[in-house]
């Protein structure tokens, strides 16, 4: 079990369980907060700070515009 601890004032801090279902971050293209399975993440190298994930609408989006610019 992970969790994330902040300090948000003074004597106020914040523990929150990472669990599989409430890690989300921003798609870089589109902006919108989705959810990312942290499971497909544990076995790879993650640089937490500078991964980007696309949503999926974005990364269905971008799969079609490599696959068509590769014909
Ligand atoms: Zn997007």
Not at 9 to 14: F, W
Not at 31 to 38: K, L, N, R
Not at 45 to 68: F, G, H, P
Request: aromatic share 8%.
């Amino acid at each position: 079990m992970f969790y994330v601890k902040k300090k948000i004032a003074n004597g106020v801090e914040i523990n929150i369980d990472i669990e599989y279902d409430n890690v989300y971050t921003h798609c870089p293209e589109c902006g919108v907060e989705h959810m990312i399975d942290i499971a497909e993440f544990a076995n790879e190298d993650l640089d937490i700070e500078s991964t980007e994930i696309y949503c999926e609408k974005c990364s269905e989006s971008l799969r079609a515009n490599t696959e068509s610019g590769e014909k």
